[in-house]
């Protein structure tokens, strides 16, 4: 029996904005052999909102009806004007 983690693709890459912009990006694709469970973001943040200054973290999880998982991450910066 193989079990083979999720594959993720369309990632998003690192972002970098001003305080006020609506960040979007792509939530990216999640396939596998045996079906995706679930994916999920941490940490939850919808697509557009608006996020403070700093350096932010996000990544993007899927996992499989097997309990594989597979990540992806990006960064986004929100600079001060």
């Known amino acids: 029996m193989h079990h083979h983690p999720p594959k993720l693709s369309h990632c998003p890459t690192d972002i970098v904005a001003v305080v006020g912009e609506r960040i979007s990006w ?25 996020i403070g200054p700093g350096e932010h973290l996000f990544r993007y999880v899927a996992e499989d009806w097997h309990g594989n998982k597979a990540e992806s991450q990006f960064l986004v910066s929100v600079k001060s004007s």
């Open 26 to 50: 792509t939530v990216p694709k999640a396939t596998d052999n045996v079906g995706i469970r679930d994916l999920w973001m941490e940490p939850r943040v919808s697509d557009g909102s608006r």
